[in-house]
């Protein structure tokens, strides 16, 4: 008998819904007064006055990307930034940065071709490109490597 599967299950108590409940009435385990009684604890709640929560101790910024990892967007590129670089040479991050077309802090952002003014040369574009600028790319004899 004793290795018989057990076939019912028996539910918690729900809280603060009276005598009936099986968990008292009145106050139902919640103590007598102060915050806990009365509603749920903020998700932030840290529970001391002396130390600043959280959300106190991050820096302040405003606005609707206030809790973005990276707000900043890649920086936007036109083909005429482009003709700096001899025809055949191969345009990326690295190369945009030796050649001072973009600060070495910015490189984290990335870097986007749009399809603006007009480029002469043959290049090898390893950077994302907006279509305009891919069929001018492709036009002028360039490649755009993925």
Known sequence: MNNLPK?????????????????????SSRGTKGQKS???MGILFEGVKVKKS???RLPLSRGKGKFKA????PLLLSLD??????????VNI???IDSGVIKASEASYGAKV???????????????VTKSAAAKIKDAGGTIEV
């Open 94 to 96: 690295n190369s945009l």
């Open 38 to 40: 009365r509603r749920k």
């Open 114 to 128: 749009v399809g603006r003014g007009k480029i002469e040369n043959k290049l090898k574009v390893a950077l994302p």
């Open 7 to 27: 076939i019912k299950t028996k539910s918690g108590k729900r809280l603060g819904r009276g005598y009936g409940s099986g968990k008292g009435g009145h106050t």
């Open 54 to 56: 959280l959300l106190r």
């Open 70 to 73: 990276n707000p900043k967007k």
């Open 81 to 90: 930034d482009l003709n700096q670089f001899k025809s055949g040479s191969l």
